[in-house]
């Protein structure tokens, strides 16, 4: 079975730090690109970052980008996202996904899920 798990979120104040993980198990994601989407209640899921399968193209959204790092390690099979000067509006749930395509931007593009890891930023 083919499962992402996210860790790593929780409630910190705003200029704080974290780093969320994907930890993805059933199968290599080796050849897949992996994305990070959050959403906050009353909105649309939305796109935060991107790698792709080789690691070397990152894609950000503008509202993160500067303080949002993606990064993965491939022997732990692990996606993460390093968040710094966190914001009250990065108050959301974070979902990580995998996608056998390119780089993408749309929540439609990935095939594989996580549950989400709720990550609430204090002003």
């Known amino acids: 079975q083919v499962q992402l798990v996210e860790s790593g979120g929780g409630l910190v104040q705003a200029g704080d730090s974290l780093r969320l993980s994907c930890a993805a198990s059933g199968r290599t994601f080796s050849s897949y690109a992996r994305g990070w989407f959050r959403q906050a209640p009353g909105k649309e899921r939305e796109f935060v970052a991107a790698?792709?399968?080789?690691?070397?193209?990152?894609s950000y959204a503008d509202s993160v980008k500067g303080r949002f790092t993606v990064s993965r390690d491939y022997a732990k099979n692990t996606v993460y996202l390093q968040m710094n000067s966190l914001k009250p509006e990065d108050t959301a749930v974070y979902y990580c996904?995998?996608?056998?395509?390119?780089?993408?931007?749309?929540?439609?593009?990935?095939?594989?899920w996580g549950q989400g890891t709720q990550v609430t930023v204090s002003s």
């Open positions: 790698i792709s399968w080789s690691g070397d193209e990152t």
């Open positions: 996904a995998a996608s056998p395509l390119r780089v993408g931007l749309s929540p439609s593009e990935y095939r594989y």
